[in-house]
C-alpha cells in the first residue's frame, strides 16, 4: 500500500486560506481514488473533495467554490487549497488513496476560528 503523509494544516481566521499537501511514497498516477476526508469532533468522517481516474472530481456542497483538489504527479503529491474558509471547516484532514479500505495519512488538524 501506498504511504501518505499530510501537513499545511494549522490556525486561520475566518476568510482566510489553507493549502493541505499529501505526499505518497509511490506514484499516483494509477491510483483509481484519492481524495480528502475530514472528521470534526463528534461527527462522522465525510468526504471532502476526490479525484477519479485522475480526471473527473467531486467536492461535497459545503466546499464548492471554495475548495480546490489537485495533484503534482512528478511529485506524488496532492493537494487541496482552501479558500474562504469557515469555522464549520475546523476538523482533522485525512488524505486517502484507494477509498474507504485504501490508506490513510495520519491527518492534519485545521482549526479555523477568531
Known amino acids: 500500500q501506498v504511504q501518505l503523509v499530510e501537513s499545511g494544516g494549522g490556525w486561520v481566521q475566518p476568510g482566510g486560506s489553507l493549502r493541505l499537501s499529501c505526499a505518497a511514497s509511490?506514484?499516483?498516477?494509477?491510483?483509481?481514488?484519492m481524495g480528502w476526508y475530514r472528521q470534526a469532533p463528534g461527527k462522522q468522517r465525510e468526504l471532502v473533495a476526490r479525484f477519479l481516474s485522475g480526471v473527473s472530481t467531486y467536492y461535497t456542497d459545503s466546499v464548492k467554490g471554495r475548495f480546490t483538489i489537485s495533484r503534482d504527479l512528478a511529485k506524488n503529491t496532492m493537494y487541496l487549497q482552501m479558500n474562504s474558509l469557515k469555522p464549520e471547516d475546523t476538523a482533522v484532514y485525512y488524505c486517502?488513496?484507494?477509498?474507504?479500505?485504501?490508506?490513510w495519512g495520519q491527518g492534519t488538524q485545521v482549526t479555523v476560528s477568531s
Open positions: 509511490k506514484s499516483i498516477v494509477s491510483i483509481y481514488a
Open positions: 486517502n488513496a484507494g477509498g474507504i479500505v485504501g490508506s
